[in-house]
């Protein structure tokens, strides 16, 4: 039979910090410094700021008059309504082309394999705004622009790219697909990497198609890179500020003004920040909860 003073001994013994514990005690300590600084502080402060009407000296506690102008605002619902087109545009799209691509890359020889990889992510190195001046002079209305100019030469008629409310979004969606793949692509090919070729030979005895492979052996496999690049997607793409700020400032008409753009503008511009204070943490249960449905919807069976 134990006594209590053998158990406590014992728990002593189990319980003592060694010195490799307090090692990584601190650096864990530095690594949660950092978070609680400027992560979890700023969430609290915001959601602090959200029931005040802001001032730099004496800020009023107004409960939720913040939220309930959200909801009436007509321009909220606008700037939700095109952050989910082009969510919806721009995330599904974005997944088939990189995983096209990657397709297409992997029967090369590795070295071959990188330099496309390289070439693919050279976009991702540039920051938004040297990208967003490229994009400005492919989409000039004027006759110099580079689409007006190979419309010229398919004398067809030239188009106000960014300032036209029917084009200004399709402007913003195909620029995030021809600029925003290389890292997409980087992750699947090493998914793609991953994969046995056991699996592809014994297909090959069964006389499977290229699609046939596709659709039943990698499909299935990459699913869980897919998952991934999903998630990460849509909240990217709920977020997405630059584009819309530097290439056309939210209009014409407010047909390009997202969320973000939309929070921006009201603490920035307006000095309104409890309201963009409430708008960005509505944004932030918004994303939560589609990031879970993706995760009920599609992660049943996959393994990570």
Known sequence: MTTSKGV??????????????????????????????????????????????????????????????????????????????????????????????????????????????????????????????????????????????????LHLPTQNWLSSSKTSMLSLMFMALMSGQGSNIIIYIAALLGIDNSYFEAAELDGATFMQKVRYIVFPLVKPTTLFLLVTGVIGSFQVFMNAFMMTGGGPDNSTTMIGLLIYKNAFEYSKYGLACAQAILLAIVIAIISLLQFKLMGVDVEY
């Open 8 to 153: 406590s001994l014992a728990a002593r013994k189990r319980f003592r910090l060694t010195s490799d514990d307090l090692w990584g005690y601190a650096f864990i300590g530095v690594s949660m410094l950092v978070f609680c600084i400027f992560t979890l502080y700023p969430v609290i402060s915001a959601v602090e700021t959200s029931f005040l009407k802001y001032r730099p000296f004496g800020s009023q506690y107004i409960k939720w008059q913040n939220y309930a102008e959200t909801f009436k605002n007509a321009l909220f619902y606008k700037a939700t309504k095109n952050t989910l087109v082009y969510t919806a545009v721009v995330v599904p799209l974005s997944l088939l082309l990189a995983f096209s691509i990657a397709i297409m890359i992997l029967p090369f020889p590795r070295k071959v394999q990188s330099v496309f990889k390289s070439i693919y992510y050279l976009p991702g190195i540039a920051s938004g705004v040297a990208l967003s001046v490229v994009w400005l002079w492919i989409y000039d209305s004027s006759p110099q622009g580079l689409f007006n100019q190979v419309l010229s030469f």
